[in-house]
């Protein structure tokens, strides 16, 4: 290292910044005690926005593989396991544990990705490799977690949005709605959750998708919305719901398999029609006056192993030109959408079920939750210390009740670098 140190003093500042801002967040962490010339580099605000731009340029994924279905009970114990991988497989890190329950995973288009487990939220951040349970949100009288997860760059915070019902009427609804602000390495105070004034007029279906400090949700079909009002949006500066119509009134009919995600900081409305199997991509071009835009149509019988009856077509993101789809194969695709060809990724040995996200690494810092959670967190800590490593036979008492990234770590040894588990 000291050898390298001379040989970086060498150069000149912005070729050094250069290499540097390659780097992962984490062996830069590490690099701050190289020297103080490093330091200083690695502190200085034109690195960290250098960083940031050369992140945004090769995103990340996480992928999520667990034994149990969402829809499967929540006292059942599982292995959770986390792999963090580039584009390219080039593995970072993996992790794994022992839990009870589903764990639903929501990106934020952004470095931050939203868990939940047994109807709590935790943070985790890929480039730290450090995760936080969120304070106790509202209960809610209906089984559906709704929630949304995003980043907002002009003010460097993350919003997590979670709509509950308050009517014990099992034939009504009544959606309030709390927010959850994250700003960078402040403390999170059992308070964090603020509840707002107007409530949600419909129930929602999917998580909720950030674009233009809007959130946007499909309405549920239990509602049976009209066409006018299919899709709802929660203004973050106001507080106030609105709604958003659909952009096709024929796929509406239809009830084609429809999300909603954020493209290049737009909103957009994805369209798979069964016959002809194509995907429409609509781009909310306006949304003051709601004006959508027909940018893109896939022809899905393109797409290696598609089958019209069994593949689920997710748009996971946008990257260098390609779009970033999973289709229920080992490996994920990537859509040109000048030359309209598909290109086939690594193998990544995905399965059906595997959860993914796109992530672009940040020295955004959890920083840390109240004493209160502290406690806690040290509690479940002290209890796992006396249990068996994994692959031992766990009893009930020896898993953890819920994702406690405390606990996955503790159980699991983590990769780093380049290695697999």
Same mark, same amino acid.
């Given at each position: 290292m000291r050898k390298l140190n001379a040989e970086m003093g060498c150069l000149p500042s912005e070729i050094k910044f *250069?290499?540097?801002?390659?780097? %992962?967040?984490?062996? /830069? !962490?590490? !690099?701050?005690?190289?020297?103080k010339d490093w330091l200083q580099i690695i502190? $200085? %605000?034109?690195?960290?926005?250098? #960083?940031?731009?050369?992140?945004?340029? *090769?995103?990340?994924? =996480?992928?999520?593989?667990?034994?149990l279905g969402d829809d499967e009970d929540d006292t059942r114990p599982q292995f959770v396991h986390f792999l963090a991988t580039s584009l390219e497989k080039e593995v970072h890190f993996g992790l794994g544990g022992f839990i009870c329950g589903y764990v639903y995973m929501i990106p934020s288009g952004h470095d931050l990705i939203c868990l939940i487990n047994r109807g709590h939220f935790h943070i985790f951040s890929p480039s730290f490799i450090k995760g936080i349970r969120l304070p106790q949100a509202k209960l809610s009288n209906c089984l559906e977690m709704d929630a949304g997860f995003g980043y907002i760059p002009s003010q460097n915070e993350y919003k997590l949005v979670h709509m509950f019902d308050v009517n014990p009427n099992p034939f009504a609804y009544s959606i309030k709605c709390e927010i959850l602000t994250l700003t960078d390495g402040a403390?999170? +105070?059992?308070?964090?959750?603020?509840?707002?004034?107007?409530? !949600? %007029?419909?129930?929602?279906?999917?998580? +909720? &998708?950030?674009? *233009?400090?809007?959130?946007?949700?499909?309405?549920?079909?239990? !509602?049976? %919305?009209?066409e006018e009002k299919s899709i709802v949006s929660l203004d973050l500066e106001t507080e106030t719901f609105d709604f958003i119509p659909h952009p096709h009134y024929v796929s509406y009919l239809e +009830? *084609? $398999?429809?999300? /909603? &995600? @954020?493209?290049?900081?737009?909103?957009c409305f994805i369209d798979t029609f069964a016959y002809p199997p194509v995907t429409d991509i609509w781009v909310l071009v306006d949304p003051?006056?709601?004006?959508?835009?027909? @940018? #893109?149509?896939? $022809?899905?019988?393109?797409?290696? +192993?598609f089958d019209d009856e069994q593949t689920q077509v997710l748009i996971h993101g946008y990257e260098n030109g390609e779009l970033v789809i999973s289709s229920q194969q080992k490996s994920l695709e990537f859509y040109d959408t000048r030359r309209k060809i598909f290109r086939k990724g690594e193998d990544l040995n995905l399965l059906w079920h595997t959860g993914i996200c796109l992530y672009t690494e940040s020295f955004?810092?959890?920083?840390?939750?109240?004493?209160?959670? /502290?406690r806690q967190l040290t509690t479940?800590? =002290?209890?796992?210390?006396?249990?068996?490593? &994994?692959? $031992? &036979?766990?009893?009930? @008492?020896?898993?953890?009740?819920? /994702?406690?990234?405390?606990?996955i770590l503790f159980q699991t040894t983590a990769t780093f670098q380049g290695q697999c588990l």
């Open positions: *250069n290499i540097l801002s390659r780097l %992962p967040v984490r062996m /830069l !962490c590490r !690099c701050k005690s190289v020297s502190s $200085d %605000p034109y690195f960290l926005k250098l #960083h940031q731009e050369q992140s945004k340029r *090769n995103k990340q994924l =996480l992928l999520l593989n667990q034994g403390t999170i +105070g059992a308070d964090a959750w603020k509840e707002i004034k107007q409530e !949600c %007029p419909f129930k929602v279906s999917g998580w +909720g &998708v950030l674009a *233009n400090n809007k959130f946007y949700w499909i309405v549920s079909v239990v !509602c049976t %919305p009209c +009830g *084609n $398999d429809m999300f /909603l &995600v @954020e493209l290049k900081g737009q909103l003051v006056r709601k004006i959508w835009v027909k @940018e #893109h149509r896939i $022809d899905l019988t393109m797409l290696q +192993g955004f810092s959890l920083g840390i939750v109240d004493s209160g959670f /502290l479940t800590l =002290l209890r796992l210390q006396r249990t068996s490593v &994994v692959g $031992d &036979v766990y009893t009930a @008492e020896q898993i953890a009740p819920d /994702l406690d990234f405390e606990s």
